[in-house]
């Protein structure tokens, strides 16, 4: 009998045990209760999330892969003005993230802050198509000394245009960050098979909405050249329409993290700040005296020392007591001001990005597209080569780079998400430096067919010679843009990953504004005195390539700050709980 019952309590701590494996921690489902592993997230509801990116993207790049076509065309701007007011929206588009984040992560959660973002975005699109339908874009010519010359659309449509464009921005803002933070949640960190597939999930995020956008893109692009704007803005806002239908369609495998913590974590990290700058004037052997009181743990005082003093309660009388914040708090403000060097390193990547859907683009218009009799290339399109070295390198990199790395490094990601950054801006830098050598032999072959005074004349050079700068850039956003994607999802407060996200984005925002600005300031420059400019809107008397060779010493320079300080940088390590 007493066997027997030892038998029991043990297969009951057994069925415990697993239960207790099987309810995921911090997390409950669309109902409220706990959690299952079993019956919730993971690769079930990622893939669901996974779908909603790749339309959203479609929906985006379908905006702007062309916009500068848009505006030089129909609009009637200059290439330089148009650059800037490309550069600009991206920059609003990735800049608005960190407003979507904040209310998400402070207010309203991320599942509710996608489905309300979604009908912002909508209702951009919407309204894109609407002032591309009107007739006075689809008629744009007008009479002009007895002759049909193409006219400038009124000025209350440009208006009309520029909002929706905008509204675009602001369901952009609040979608982007928190639809791949959502995806990253549905696995659990502490268990060690889902902490591995979360690393597989950033490869095979970005690798899914690549492969999605290849085929609509060029079609889209193609459509908008050749057919109607009308049907190329009207696809996206369908698409979106879409995209939110399956969204809530995997509301019932979905996991919801839940707040840890009586204070909100911006609270929490303010008050570190806070705390520090009240205690600024604690002597350094006062901070001493309380890590040796045990007040202060030694650990805590390895990097941004100042932060300590947060630990510490000064009296009047002098002595020294606990203060408010404690070491895991005083450490989460570490983690996030340990990531402001890594982020302003990075911003040189995202200025060479912003010239992808502009001036890669206006080279491209300049050059022999022609396929077949009567199919001309658009432009455009040659973007789709970044996206297929995107689609046939990420499984290369997933395969067969990693697990090679990982034989020789030890380490479950092969390499560190700061290696895998840098390496990517490593590979950016022959980007620039292809792109001005190409620009140069543009230049020479434009000048040796005699067509330099001819801006609308075709350049007798293929558009073929431009695929490298495309596939190359490509491969380097295998290496940065998901390792920055990793990088700031991971090494933020649990609470804030979607700020992380935000954060890196803003990277791309805060490039596309360097960018701008930097073409603002060569237009005025090298432009003065009545010369032609850098940015001539006749590209065969513009120097496109000096601006590559400037970007190509920028990268060097920002490369090289990125290398120093990812060397001292520590890792926000996140323990995984033991099976």
Same mark, same amino acid.
């Given at each position: 009998?007493?066997?027997?019952?030892?038998?029991?309590?043990?297969?009951?701590?057994?069925?415990?045990?697993?239960?207790?494996?099987?309810?995921?921690?911090?997390?409950?489902?669309?109902?409220?209760?706990?959690?299952?592993?079993?019956?919730?997230?993971?690769?079930?509801?990622?893939?669901?999330?996974?779908?909603?990116?790749?339309?959203?993207?479609?929906?985006?790049?379908?905006?702007?892969?062309?916009?500068?076509?848009?505006?030089?065309?129909?609009?009637?701007?200059?290439?330089?003005?148009?650059?800037?007011?490309?550069?600009?929206?991206?920059?609003?588009?990735?800049?608005?993230?960190?407003?979507?984040?904040?209310?998400?992560?402070?207010?309203?959660?991320?599942?509710?802050?996608?489905?309300?973002?979604?009908?912002?975005?909508?209702?951009?699109?919407?309204?894109?198509?609407?002032?591309?339908?009107?007739?006075?874009?689809?008629?744009?010519?007008?009479?002009?000394?007895?002759?049909?010359?193409?006219?400038?659309?009124?000025?209350?449509?440009?208006?009309?245009?520029?909002?929706?464009?905008?509204?675009?921005?602001?369901?952009?803002?609040?979608?982007?960050?928190?639809?791949?933070?959502?995806?990253?949640?549905?696995?659990?960190?502490?268990?060690?098979?889902?902490?591995?597939?979360?690393?597989?999930?950033?490869?095979?995020?970005?690798?899914?909405?690549?492969?999605?956008?290849?085929?609509?893109?060029?079609? /889209?692009?193609?459509?908008? $050249?050749?057919? !109607?704007?009308?049907? +190329?803005?009207?696809? *996206?806002?369908? =698409?979106?329409?879409?995209?939110?239908?399956?969204?809530?369609?995997?509301?019932?495998?979905?996991?919801?993290?839940?707040?840890?913590?009586?204070?909100?974590?911006?609270?929490?990290?303010?008050?570190?700040?806070?705390?520090?700058?009240?205690?600024?004037?604690?002597?350094?052997?006062?901070?001493?005296?309380?890590?040796?009181?045990?007040?202060?743990?030694?650990?805590?005082?390895?990097?941004?020392?100042?932060?300590?003093?947060? /630990?510490?309660?000064?009296? $009047?009388?002098? !002595?020294?007591?606990? +203060?408010?914040?404690? *070491?895991?708090? =005083?450490?989460?403000?570490?983690?996030?001001?340990?990531?402001?060097?890594?982020?302003?390193?990075?911003?040189?990547?995202?200025?060479?990005?912003?010239?992808?859907?502009?001036?890669?683009?206006?080279?491209?218009?300049?050059?022999?597209?022609?396929?077949?009799?009567?199919?001309?290339?658009?432009?455009?399109?040659?973007?789709?080569?970044?996206?297929?070295?995107?689609?046939?390198?990420?499984?290369?990199?997933?395969?067969?780079?990693?697990?090679?790395?990982?034989?020789?490094?030890?380490?479950?990601? +092969?390499?560190?998400?700061?290696?895998?950054?840098?390496?990517?801006?490593?590979?950016?830098?022959?980007?620039?430096?292809?792109?001005?050598?190409?620009?140069?032999?543009?230049?020479?072959?434009?000048?040796?067919?005699?067509?330099?005074?001819?801006?609308?004349?075709?350049?007798?050079?293929?558009?073929?010679?431009?695929?490298?700068?495309?596939?190359?850039?490509?491969?380097?956003?295998?290496?940065?843009?998901?390792?920055?994607?990793?990088?700031?999802?991971?090494?933020?407060?649990?609470?804030?990953?979607?700020?992380?996200?935000?954060?890196?984005?803003?990277?791309?925002?805060?490039?596309?504004?360097?960018?701008?600005?930097?073409?603002?300031?060569?237009?005025?420059?090298?432009?003065?005195?009545?010369?032609?400019?850098?940015?001539?809107?006749?590209?065969?008397?513009?120097?496109?390539?000096?601006?590559?060779?400037?970007?190509?010493?920028?990268?060097?320079?920002?490369?090289?700050?990125?290398?120093?300080?990812?060397?001292?940088?520590?890792?926000?390590?996140?323990?995984?709980?033991?099976?």
């Amino acid at each position: 009998m007493g066997n027997g019952s030892e038998e029991v309590v043990v297969v009951e701590e057994e069925e415990e045990e697993e239960h207790r494996d099987d309810v995921v921690d911090g997390a409950v489902d669309y109902r409220g209760g706990c959690a299952v592993r079993s019956k919730s997230g993971s690769w079930r509801s990622a893939w669901f999330i996974i779908g909603v990116e790749v339309a959203e993207r479609i929906a985006y790049y379908g905006i702007q892969g062309n916009l500068i076509s848009y505006l030089t065309g129909p609009l009637h701007q200059s290439t330089a003005t148009a650059a800037e007011n490309v550069n600009v929206w991206s920059g609003t588009s990735s800049l608005l993230p960190l407003a979507g984040a904040f209310l998400a992560d402070s207010r309203l959660g991320r599942y509710r802050t996608i489905i309300l973002a979604s009908l912002v975005y909508i209702l951009g699109l919407g309204l894109l198509t609407l002032s591309a339908l009107l007739p006075s874009l689809s008629n744009s010519e007008c009479e002009v000394d007895n002759e049909l010359k193409s006219c400038s659309p009124p000025r209350w449509q440009v208006i009309l245009f520029f909002i929706s464009l905008y509204l675009v921005a602001f369901g952009l803002g609040g979608h982007k960050p928190c639809v791949q933070a959502f995806g990253a949640d549905q696995f659990d960190e502490q268990h060690p098979k889902e902490h591995k597939d979360r690393s597989s999930f950033f490869n095979w995020w970005y690798f899914t909405m690549c492969a999605g956008c290849l085929a609509t893109i060029s079609i /889209l692009n193609y459509i908008q $050249d050749n057919l !109607s704007w009308v049907l +190329g803005f009207g696809i *996206p806002c369908i =698409v979106m329409i879409v995209a939110l239908f399956v969204f809530l369609l995997g509301t019932m495998t979905y996991r919801f993290t839940i707040q840890q913590r009586d204070k909100r974590a911006f609270r929490r990290i303010g008050s570190v700040f806070v705390a520090a700058m009240r205690n600024r004037r604690t002597t350094s052997s006062t901070a001493v005296k309380a890590e040796r009181d045990g007040i202060l743990p030694h650990q805590s005082s390895e990097q941004f020392e100042f932060l300590n003093k947060a /630990l510490l309660e000064l009296k $009047d009388e002098g !002595s020294i007591e606990e +203060g408010s914040c404690s *070491p895991s708090e =005083v450490e989460e403000a570490k983690a996030v001001l340990r990531l402001v060097p890594i982020w302003a390193t990075t911003l040189v990547y995202a200025i060479v990005f912003a010239q992808v859907p502009t001036f890669f683009t206006k080279q491209g218009v300049t050059l022999e597209r022609t396929l077949l009799p009567g199919f001309d290339i658009p432009p455009a399109s040659l973007q789709t080569f970044t996206t297929t070295a995107i689609v046939l390198f990420s499984p290369i990199y997933d395969r067969l780079f990693v697990p090679a790395a990982r034989a020789i490094t030890g380490k479950p990601s +092969g390499i560190t998400m700061l290696q895998r950054i840098g390496t990517g801006i490593f590979i950016s830098v022959f980007t620039v430096v292809f792109a001005a050598l190409v620009e140069t032999k543009r230049l020479k072959t434009a000048q040796e067919s005699g067509v330099v005074d001819e801006p609308n004349a075709t350049v007798p050079m293929s558009i073929w010679w431009l695929i490298p700068q495309y596939m190359l850039f490509g491969i380097s956003e295998v290496f940065t843009m998901v390792g920055l994607q990793e990088f700031f999802y991971d090494q933020v407060p649990n609470e804030l990953r979607s700020v992380g996200l935000a954060l890196y984005l803003s990277i791309f925002g805060v490039g596309s504004f360097i960018s701008g600005f930097l073409i603002s300031v060569i237009e005025n420059v090298t432009g003065k005195d009545g010369d032609d400019s850098w940015f001539a809107n006749n590209l065969n008397k513009a120097h496109l390539d000096y601006f590559y060779w400037l970007l190509a010493a920028l990268s060097v320079m920002g490369l090289a700050l990125f290398t120093c300080f990812s060397k001292s940088y520590i890792y926000n390590n996140k323990g995984i709980r033991p099976q």
